[in-house]
């Protein structure tokens, strides 16, 4: 039987494993206030109160990193998180850039039984609205091929798979730019200058910036 946790602690859990990294697997308390909009001391009160529950292994001054029973946490919080989001855009019909708050709420409902009920009717979908991988029941999560699109190759054939900033801000200025996920794009030209790029959106022809090619992942198209 799982022990229960509070929202907050599942928040943290969850901020921790998307600061984590391969070559930073520590995470320091200043980098996880800094996450979480929190003073130093309540991130130190909240991480030792984690590690009593032996869901983080923390040591002062050095850093926090989750164990594997808070990894497994973390990833469960994530899957329900992007499952709602599935299920926000599909079935409820929010547009992409609104679900994240609203699943955020959701993300803290307990029940196994939903999410696994949730997966089924949605068809165990592979992706969030946003492009980012779902955990599987249990806990895998299936690598992507993608590339940032400053990064992108020209006049090859790409689709646009899932973006970097996923603020309403910036997938309302995608919406405005004809872009989501799925579109076809194809890099004409680029920008020395500026970064910006010349490109062509399922067949029309813009420039767009470098902060939007900082921040689209695509793939090549078929």
């Known amino acids: 039987m799982k022990r229960k946790i509070s929202p907050s602690e599942e928040d943290y859990l969850k901020a921790i494993y998307h600061k984590t990294t391969a070559d930073a697997p520590v995470v320091s308390t200043t980098l996880l206030a800094e996450e979480m909009g929190a003073k130093p001391s309540s991130v130190t009160d909240m991480v030792q109160r984690l590690s009593e529950k032996a869901l983080v292994e923390y040591q002062k001054y050095k850093g926090v990193k989750l164990s594997d029973t808070g990894n497994t946490r973390a990833l469960s919080i994530i899957r329900k998180h992007r499952l709602w989001e599935v299920f926000l855009v599909n079935e409820l019909h929010f547009s992409w850039d609104q679900v994240h708050d609203i699943a955020e709420q959701l993300e803290h409902i307990q029940s196994e039984a939903l999410t696994d009920r949730l997966a089924a009717f949605l068809g165990h979908p592979k992706t969030d609205p946003h492009g980012d991988p779902i955990p599987t029941k249990e806990g895998n999560i299936q690598a992507q091929t993608k590339m940032l699109l400053e990064l992108a190759p020209l006049n090859t054939p790409l ?54 090619a900082q921040n689209l992942y695509v793939n090549q198209g078929q």
């Not at 030209?189 to 902060?211: A, C, H, M, P, W």
């Open 159 to 212: 689709v646009c798979v899932g973006v970097e900033d996923s603020s309403a801000a910036f997938l309302q200025f995608l919406d405005k730019c004809g872009i989501g996920l799925g579109v076809n794009i194809e890099v004409l030209e680029k920008e020395i200058f500026d970064g910006s790029l010349l490109v062509s959106i399922d067949s029309k022809t813009q420039r767009i910036s470098s902060l939007i």
